[in-house]
């Protein structure tokens, strides 16, 4: 199999927020144990940066961002204390070593900096992570229409994605987790991310088992232009998705998402139901120089495709703060 080799760093344009990111999450059913991270760069500030975040069994979350002067892009993909390593055969180590902040309710995470005392502990924190790929690279704007590729820069010019088998061990604190076999997924993204400006996106990884996953995309404009990508993972073959109508969504306060039903068509013209549920959810807000407000929120849900129950995975999406709906 083609492991999907795509360039593992471009050349930066010339816009000062020019990034490139590195994205995995992953989420072990045994242990009830789900994480995501992201290492970004933006070179023209000679910046690199990282999110981490592990939703643990007891509904805690454990949180670090963190940022730093960086010279050595594009040699190494490393930041913060987190290394993200592609080896030869196009498989992927994952490690971190550093600290993290533990919430009891996810949803106090944008309090946390003004009100310290919602913070329940520290605790150290260390990742020890193989990646090991199931299916070949997808990159969405290979098969996305013209329209959907310009709306879909406001998030990045090219962004890959792969399913994988992951594992290894998280420690946090003195608890100790050991993953076998865990279906996990990565991205990779360059470009022009423009948090405050898209618009709302959803994006979700979802997985049912080796055989299965499908990972919907979609920007909505205000003016009801949608930009459309992912695929599914099925048969042994990456899908493309062609179209998504959203069918029904559910939010609280207007961004903190509940629920979703969407129709996704592939490119075999086949239509598919998808119904997801999302978990606690991390919101994080994005405040630009107008003072304008979006709400990322990252959560883990539970999905059902076309009948077929116990998906699960990530449940993101990004709202304009301000929308009530």
């Known amino acids: 199999m083609n492991r999907g080799m795509e360039p593992l760093t471009h050349t930066p344009g010339t816009h000062r927020e020019w990034n490139e990111s590195y994205y995995l999450c992953f989420s072990d059913r045994r242990s009830r144990l789900s994480g995501m991270t992201r290492l970004g760069f933006k070179p023209n500030k000679g910046e690199g940066s990282i999110f981490l975040l592990l939703f643990l069994p007891d509904g805690s979350v454990a949180t670090f961002q963190g940022a730093e002067k960086i010279s050595s892009y594009p040699e190494a993909l490393k930041a913060c204390g987190m290394t993200h390593a592609r080896q030869l055969d196009g498989s992927w180590s994952y490690r971190f070593n550093g600290g993290a902040a533990i919430i009891s309710d996810p949803a106090d995470f944008p309090r946390i900096r003004d009100d ?21 690279t997808y ?12 709306i879909g820069k406001k998030s990045g010019d090219e962004h890959w994605e792969q399913v994988a088998k992951i ?22 993204t360059h470009g022009v991310r423009d948090w405050t400006g898209v618009g709302d996106w959803l994006y979700y990884v979802v997985w049912f088992n080796e055989g299965l996953a499908v990972n919907p995309a979609a920007i909505a404009l205000d003016d009801g232009r949608l930009s459309v990508g992912g695929f599914l993972w099925k048969e042994g073959r990456n899908i493309p998705i062609v179209g998504i109508h959203i069918l029904n969504q559910q939010f609280k306060n207007g961004v903190i998402p509940v629920s979703s039903v969407l ?8 239509k598919h139901v998808l119904k997801g549920k999302a978990g606690p959810v991390v919101p994080i807000p994005f405040i630009d120089e107008h003072g304008e407000v979006s709400i990322l ?10 009948g077929v129950k116990d998906g699960y995975g990530t449940y993101e ?5 301000n929308r009530r709906t």
């Open 139 to 150: 990159e969405y704007s290979d098969h996305m229409t013209p329209e959907s590729r310009e």
């Open 116 to 136: 310290p005392a919602l913070i329940t502990r520290l605790a150290p924190v260390f990742l020890d992570l193989h990646f090991d790929p199931i299916n070949e």
């Open 297 to 306: 929120a990252q959560s883990f849900g539970e999905y059902e495709l076309d």
């Open 167 to 188: 594992s290894g061990e998280v420690r946090v604190g003195g608890d100790v987790y050991r993953l076998t076999d865990v279906i996990g997924q990565r991205d990779h």
């Open 317 to 321: 999406t990004l709202r304009i703060g």
């Open 263 to 270: 129709e996704l068509t592939d490119a075999d013209d086949a």
